[in-house]
T-cell receptor, first 112, second 114 residues
């Protein structure tokens, strides 16, 4: 069974602190995605990681991919309140079969 | 913003009635997906399509059917709605190859079955 597991599922941080969200997947993946979702809204694409060692950064968020460990991380630097949201990772599996499977999400709350 | 539109955005229906949700894209992407989102379960794949008339089941496909007669439209049908199908439904699209790597989501449809 194809699985994508995120941890932690809940994360409460103070502003200015750093933290990492982890995303493990169960088999070889073609692509690894990170999304942000605000309450009552749709999912916003943050990053797409395609190859081993890929690193992408946008503002205070940095995502990386280790295909050998089947692990992606989303690192938050000096968190601010505006980063409060739910973050999802997702992966596609199979050569030509781009079935997109999601983790359960990490609810991030950044406190002043 | 990616050209993906879901309709309707909100719907209340009675148990036992059929319901069809529509997803329309203007990106000419090959892959289209239907997910449901429920508290504590994240996003679960219902069905997906990898081309016109080519569809396959996801992890929670019971009680749902889909059709894709054109590249741009992917329909999700609840044949006989049940209260357990009350959820928020999202459509997504993605391309293939090294260029069209993004997967975009529609705005969602909030379905309530009473």
């Amino acid at each position: 069974e194809l699985k994508v597991e995120q941890n932690p599922l809940f994360l409460s941080m103070q502003e200015g602190k750093n933290y990492t969200i982890y995303c493990n997947y169960s088999t070889t993946s073609d692509r690894l995605y990170w999304y942000r979702q605000d309450p009552g809204k749709s999912l916003e694409s943050l990053f797409v990681l395609l190859s081993n060692g890929a690193v992408k950064q946008e503002g205070r968020l940095m995502a990386s991919l280790d295909t050998k460990a089947r692990l992606s991380t989303l690192h938050i630097t000096a968190a601010v309140h505006d980063l409060s949201a739910t973050y999802f990772c997702a992966a596609t599996f199979g050569g030509s079969n781009y079935k997109l499977t999601f983790g359960k999400g990490t609810l991030l709350t950044v406190n002043p | 913003d990616a050209g993906i539109t879901q309709s309707p955005r909100h719907k209340v229906t009675e148990t036992g009635t059929p319901v069809t949700l529509r997803c329309h894209q203007t990106e000419n992407h090959r892959y289209m997906y239907w997910y449901r989102q429920d508290p504590g379960h994240g996003l679960r794949l219902i069905h997906y399509s990898y081309g016109v008339k080519d569809t396959d089941k996801g992890e929670v496909s019971d009680g749902y059917s889909v059709s894709r007669s054109k590249t741009e439209d992917f329909l999700l049908t609840l044949e006989s709605a049940t209260s357990s199908q009350t959820s928020v439904y999202f459509c997504a699209i993605s391309g293939t190859g090294a260029i069209n790597t993004e997967a975009f989501f529609g705005q969602g449809t909030r379905l309530t079955v009473v």
